[in-house]
């Protein structure tokens, strides 16, 4: 038997007019680049045929730097998001590819606060390129589903700039579909979900809540990452069992909790926490978890969290020994509703993108005329076992067993951290805490 993780994190970007003269007197006409809404079909179809591919990126393309980058900005994001108590679930990577698409054009201060908060080395010009190279290895990884999809929703007559128009079709396979936000804000809002929904397995059907589109809205940016895969060394389905778990680190609650024994990545680290990192078949992700050796209470879980950092996290690994490890790990399912992330992106220094002096000139001129009324982000995890046919010759070697003392044990049975990550690129694709698996 094998278990299936599945993660659907999803990032919608809203530009607003900052009139609703803007909004409602456009007269350019459309840019010749943008399409009406397309036929369904896999992500990014609507671009084929339409812009002519340029040369694979090279090894000029600093893939490693900028994901460095980008983790930090993500460890930074999480730390602003994690305050309410239970789960939290967000995909760093999605957040910072559709705010790097916005951010190409962005200028002045707009684009300076930017560049601060999301990494962005000036004197690397490779940024957008580098997601074109990740996002194309992503999307065509055999030993897991990893696919990414964007697309840009525009007011039908909002005068888009070629050069960002082609920028983003290029870089990141985001074609242009125009909508009526003007006269249907609603309808339109609707459509956006059915595209998240579509390129979701129908998972999400609701990314933008109610509201979030009115007639002032221009332009929506929106990203979905999707993951599937199965464990490297499945766990056997018929040794979960029902088993206590200290929900929030107060009150137990019986769980299905899933049982195996294998060698993995591990360490009892000085800092108080076990580390352990469990790889996905083919060996290219892997997830790690995080767990307090400090069972009750929140504040292990809280400084573990706290400490969260690219050099942290790199050392931790660091100090990993492959041993067999006797694992206990939950059953569960995150579904959190859409987060909004306008507050934790002013908090982290970038303000004006969000104001009247906003400058978006790079996306539709004139100066001043955009700003983003809001950031929505929204993450799906379920973690289940399901009967395969790879899944039970693997586990036979779960089941092995060798005389001597006992191996050490990885109990998840209080809250804990996860990390996903992409071992080629090294981008932490999701991140997350789990205090209540129910």
């Not at 559709?98 to 962005?106: D, E, H, I, P, V």
């Not at 684009?111 to 290895?137: F, I």
């Not at 299905?256 to 469990?278: D, S, Y």
Request: aromatic content about 6%; overall charge negative.
């Amino acid at each position: 038997m094998s278990r299936r993780f599945l993660l659907l994190p999803l990032l919608g970007l809203a530009l607003s007019g900052a009139s609703a003269a803007c909004a409602g007197r456009t007269s350019e006409p459309p840019t010749p680049t943008a399409e009406r809404p397309a036929p369904n079909g896999p992500p990014g179809a609507a671009a084929q045929g339409q812009v002519e591919e340029e040369e694979s990126a090279g090894t000029d393309v600093n893939v490693g730097g900028m994901m460095t980058r980008a983790n930090a900005f993500g460890f930074e994001l999480y730390q602003r998001v994690r305050g309410a108590p239970g789960n939290v679930v967000i995909a760093p990577i999605s957040v910072h590819m559709a705010l790097s698409m916005t951010y190409a054009g962005a200028r002045a201060d707009t684009a300076a606060e930017m560049q601060q908060v999301l990494h962005v080395d000036p004197a690397d010009t490779t940024l957008h390129r580098a997601y074109r190279a990740v996002g194309s290895t992503w999307n065509t990884t055999t030993s897991a589903t990893l696919r990414t999809a964007n697309r840009l929703f525009a007011a039908e007559g909002l005068p888009l700039a070629p050069e960002f128009v082609a920028l983003t079709r290029t870089e990141y396979d985001a074609p242009v579909e125009l909508l009526d936000f003007a006269g249907a804000p609603d309808p339109s809002r609707r459509t956006i979900n059915q595209w998240v929904a579509q390129r979701t397995e129908e998972r999400i059907q609701e990314l933008l809540p109610a509201g979030a589109v009115s007639p002032l809205t221009r332009l929506v940016l929106v990203n979905a990452i999707y993951f599937k895969s199965t464990w490297q060394t499945p766990f056997d389905a018929s040794a979960t069992e029902p088993a206590p778990f200290l929900v929030n680190g107060a009150t137990e609650a019986n769980v299905p909790m899933m049982r195996g024994r294998a060698t993995f990545a591990w360490a009892e680290l000085p800092e108080g926490l076990r580390i352990l990192e469990m790889p996905y078949t083919g060996g290219d992700l892997s997830m790690i978890l995080l767990l307090p050796n400090e069972r009750s209470g929140t504040e292990a879980l809280s400084g573990i969290e706290g400490a969260l950092s690219t050099e942290t996290l790199t050392r931790w690994r660091a100090a990993m020994s492959r041993v067999e490890v006797e694992v206990r790990l939950p059953r569960f399912r995150l579904e959190p509703p859409s987060m909004a992330l306008a507050g934790p992106l002013r908090a982290l220094g970038m303000p004006t993108a969000f104001g009247g002096e906003a400058d978006f000139s790079g996306i539709a001129p004139p100066p001043g005329s955009l700003s983003i009324s809001d950031v929505f982000h929204r993450a799906f995890i379920e973690v289940n076992e399901e009967g395969t046919e790879a899944a039970a010759a693997t586990a036979v070697v779960m089941r092995a067993r060798r005389a001597g003392p006992p191996p050490p044990s990885f109990m998840a049975d209080h809250p804990f951290v996860f990390v996903l990550l992409d071992l080629r690129s090294g981008a932490v694709l999701f991140l997350g805490r789990v205090s209540d698996p129910r």
